[in-house]
Every structure is written in structure tokens, then in C-alpha cells.
């Protein structure tokens, strides 16, 4: 098994955090959210980080949370933030020291699963509270896949699948790349 970073992309939804968790569990290794990590760095959640600070703000915390957490020498299994992948210099250190695996799914779907989560995940989401999510997402969709193309080794389709199934193409897609290291 590759002993790079597994590293989770996509979009709010795509069940990064779900299916990480239990790939986490499957390779023994640790599992790091950099949402979480951003909230833990300042005792905000992501949506205070919004409200007080801004977006801008946030993106900066979240650059940092992937630059630390690519750096660690032990593989993690890593989810990100779903817009992590807009800075260059993020895509850059996910790729250099991860397979990198976009989780993908329609934006149907990531609007009934966003929404599903909102007392779990509601104070992390604040770009899908003004226009609701399935229109939100349908635009994010079109404007980051440029991002999550440049970023990803692999992707995955989610549609349709169990958890269970998309962890196991996922640590397929991991397995694959084992002999690149
Ligand atoms: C965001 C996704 C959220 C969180 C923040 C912004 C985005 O993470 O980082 O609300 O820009 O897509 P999840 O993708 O884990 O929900």
C-alpha cells in the first residue's frame, strides 16, 4: 500500500469526511479534516470564521491547515475542505506528498446529502445558506472542476454506490498507486 498521504477532494457533500473516517480505519492510520483543523487553530467554526474574519481570511487558514498537515512524515488520511483545492499552492503540496482522489457526485445529490447534514455539518457550510444548496453547488460544480481536475489522480463516482463501495475504490485507487512511490 502507498505510504503517501490518502487525500479526499470534491464538493461539500461528496462524503469526504464519511468515507475517510472508514479508510482511516481500514489502513490504521490517523484521519485529519482541515475544516476541523481551521476551527481548532482559531476557536471559531468555519461559518464564525466567515461571519468575523471572512472568506479570505478562512482561505488563508485553510492553506496553512493543508501545508501542515502535507507535511506530516506518518500518512494520514487527509479530507479537505471543499474549496482547498482553488489555491495553487495546496493542490501543489496534495499532489507532491498524497494520492490525491476526487469524490464526485451530482449536485442533486450533494444537495440532499448537504442538506441531510445540516445539524451535523451546518455551521461548517455557510456558502450554501443564501441560495440553497442544490443551486449553490450546481455553480460550484462548473466553476471549480478546473480546480478539482488539476488536483485529483484519481476520481471516483459516488452515484449510486454505498460507503462501503466507495471506500473500496477509493483504497483501490490508493493500492494502484503504491508502486509510484
Ligand atoms: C467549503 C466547504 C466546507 C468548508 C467551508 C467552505 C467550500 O467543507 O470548508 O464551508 O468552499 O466548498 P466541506 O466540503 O467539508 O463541507
Redesign the pocket.
Same mark, same amino acid.
Given at each position: 500500500m502507498s505510504t503517501k498521504h490518502l487525500v479526499l477532494v470534491?464538493?461539500?457533500? =461528496?462524503g469526504? #469526511?464519511t468515507v475517510g473516517e472508514r479508510c482511516a480505519e481500514q489502513l490504521g492510520r490517523p484521519f485529519v %479534516? #482541515? %475544516?476541523e483543523l481551521?476551527e481548532a487553530t482559531v476557536h471559531l467554526s468555519? *461559518?464564525e470564521i466567515?461571519e468575523t474574519l471572512g472568506e479570505e481570511q478562512?482561505r488563508a487558514l485553510?492553506r496553512t491547515a493543508v501545508a501542515d498537515v502535507s507535511a506530516s512524515p506518518a500518512p494520514l488520511v487527509i =479530507?479537505? *475542505?471543499? *474549496? =482547498?483545492v482553488l489555491d495553487a499552492d495546496s493542490r501543489a503540496r496534495m499532489r507532491a506528498t498524497g494520492v490525491v482522489v476526487w469524490l464526485q457526485a451530482p449536485p442533486a445529490v450533494l444537495g440532499a446529502r448537504?442538506t441531510d447534514q445540516e445539524d451535523r %455539518?451546518g455551521a461548517?457550510?455557510?456558502?450554501v445558506r443564501d441560495d440553497g444548496p442544490v443551486a449553490t453547488l450546481e455553480r460550484?460544480a462548473v466553476t471549480r472542476a478546473p480546480a478539482y481536475e488539476a488536483a485529483a489522480h484519481a476520481v471516483v463516482d459516488t452515484t449510486g454506490k454505498s460507503v462501503d463501495d466507495v471506500v473500496d475504490a477509493v483504497l483501490d485507487e490508493l493500492q494502484a498507486r503504491s508502486d509510484d512511490d
Amino acid at each position: 500500500m502507498s505510504t503517501k498521504h490518502l487525500v479526499l477532494v470534491g464538493l461539500m457533500g =461528496a462524503g469526504k #469526511t464519511t468515507v475517510g473516517e472508514r479508510c482511516a480505519e481500514q489502513l490504521g492510520r490517523p484521519f485529519v %479534516d #482541515t %475544516d476541523e483543523l481551521v476551527e481548532a487553530t482559531v476557536h471559531l467554526s468555519v *461559518g464564525e470564521i466567515f461571519e468575523t474574519l471572512g472568506e479570505e481570511q478562512f482561505r488563508a487558514l485553510e492553506r496553512t491547515a493543508v501545508a501542515d498537515v502535507s507535511a506530516s512524515p506518518a500518512p494520514l488520511v487527509i =479530507a479537505c *475542505g471543499g *474549496g =482547498a483545492v482553488l489555491d495553487a499552492d495546496s493542490r501543489a503540496r496534495m499532489r507532491a506528498t498524497g494520492v490525491v482522489v476526487w469524490l464526485q457526485a451530482p449536485p442533486a445529490v450533494l444537495g440532499a446529502r448537504v442538506t441531510d447534514q445540516e445539524d451535523r %455539518d451546518g455551521a461548517r457550510r455557510p456558502l450554501v445558506r443564501d441560495d440553497g444548496p442544490v443551486a449553490t453547488l450546481e455553480r460550484l460544480a462548473v466553476t471549480r472542476a478546473p480546480a478539482y481536475e488539476a488536483a485529483a489522480h484519481a476520481v471516483v463516482d459516488t452515484t449510486g454506490k454505498s460507503v462501503d463501495d466507495v471506500v473500496d475504490a477509493v483504497l483501490d485507487e490508493l493500492q494502484a498507486r503504491s508502486d509510484d512511490d
